[in-house]
């Protein structure tokens, strides 16, 4: 389905402009780009069928060619009416054929995304070109989100806070109901504050199912002290929230205070290191050791957290195996958790943009321990 949002623009040939300098860096002549989210990103796109074709030195554009089917000729003269379109069902080919007219030189081609399959169809269509393998620029480039980016990120943030404070003020949690009534009933009110679309399958787990990290809904009933631990998010322009909070029913137990309060501090102590120019691991080693130092880190069981964009999971990763450090105005997500087999779990979790000056919140459901009645 098009994206008819009437609100502004990013500004792609900003952004193509930026990959275009990534080509020079890695000494290719175009980029053959067929990912269809690394597509909208670079041109407003948004059909199910497209190839695009970037050029190193093309900074007038004028060979920057986008390829898509007769379905979406329209769309495609609305979303990115500054690039020339092809009609051509074989988009991905039809774009690799005009390359070998053009005698480009060396292609690169997103080895990440390309199967085998495809890689055939290219050399054979690909004459005189040199196909080159080449991983992740784009996603580079989305990593650092823009001012338009930002504000879709609030956007969808913020219909997924309203839809729980919706749940909660009209009892939606209370015992009796079902793992999957909670869920189902959330993401309907995420439509109804605001979401195109549900960012994942809800995750409601309670009682002894809390202690699994992503639990899926099932028919379990929600009991009286039961932990409830909801995972969730909406889109909102095609980009994601993702927000994790835990209740608990009725009246909270020492341990369960205890297991909370653990948890509470680790997402603090995560927050607080995101910096610019702080290594990815290490963001997670502060959260981790406030686990550790409670003899708990055996059950944090998954890393701190992970970029958030147009797709759910994005770069960087935030874990003890993460590679890289955080750049000013990357979008993460930090979501500790402590997971006691058939007992329950707590996870605590955020949607925040790295700023010099600190993080900036995007999730703003207080993290309090709340007891629902």
């Known amino acids: 389905m098009a994206d008819h949002d009437p609100g502004p623009r990013p500004d792609y040939a900003l952004r193509r402009s930026a990959l275009r300098d990534l080509l020079v860096e890695n000494r290719v002549d175009a980029l053959l780009v067929t990912d269809l989210i690394n597509i909208r990103y670079l041109t407003g796109f948004t059909g199910s069928n497209a190839a695009l074709l970037v050029y190193a030195w093309d900074t007038t554009e004028d060979r920057t060619v986008i390829c898509t089917d007769g379905r979406y000729r329209t769309q495609v003269a609305e979303q990115s009416p500054d690039l020339r379109a ?222 958030v964009g147009l797709q759910i999971h994005e770069a960087p990763g935030i874990a003890k195996t993460g590679t890289g450090t955080l750049l000013d105005g990357v979008a993460v997500t930090v979501e500790p958790g402590v997971y006691f087999p058939g007992r329950g779990g707590v996870r605590i979790e955020d949607t925040l943009v790295v700023r010099k000056g600190g993080p900036e919140l995007l999730t703003h459901t207080s993290k309090d321990l709340t007891v629902v009645d």
């Not at 002290?225 to 009246?251: C, E, N, P, Q, W």
């Open 86 to 307: 092809e009609i051509n069902r074989a988009s991905a080919r039809r774009v690799v054929e005009l390359a070998g007219e053009w005698q480009t030189g060396r292609v690169g081609f997103e080895s990440h995304i390309v199967t085998v399959e495809q890689h055939r169809a290219f050399l054979a269509q690909a004459t005189g070109l040199d196909l080159v393998p080449v991983s992740g620029l784009v996603e580079q480039l989305r990593m650092v989100k823009d001012a338009f980016e930002v504000q879709r990120l609030a956007a969808a943030c913020t219909a997924a806070d309203t839809a729980l404070a919706a749940l909660l003020e009209r009892g939606g949690l209370r015992p009796g109901r079902t793992e999957r009534q909670v869920a189902r009933e959330l993401e309907w009110l995420m439509f109804e504050h605001g979401a195109e679309a549900v960012a994942f399958e809800t995750i409601v787990a309670t009682g002894a199912n809390s202690a699994v990290p992503h639990h899926r809904p099932t028919g379990a009933e929600l009991a009286t002290g039961d932990f409830v631990k909801i995972d969730f998010g909406a889109v909102v322009g095609g980009y994601h929230s993702d927000m994790t909070r835990t209740f608990v029913l009725g009246r909270a137990s020492d341990w369960q205070r205890e297991i909370y309060d653990l948890v509470l501090r680790a997402q603090r102590a995560g927050r607080e290191a995101l910096a610019p120019g702080v290594a990815t691991k290490a963001v997670d080693a502060a959260s981790r050791a406030v686990i550790e130092a409670a003899g708990h880190g055996d059950l944090f069981v998954h890393g701190l957290g992970h970029g």
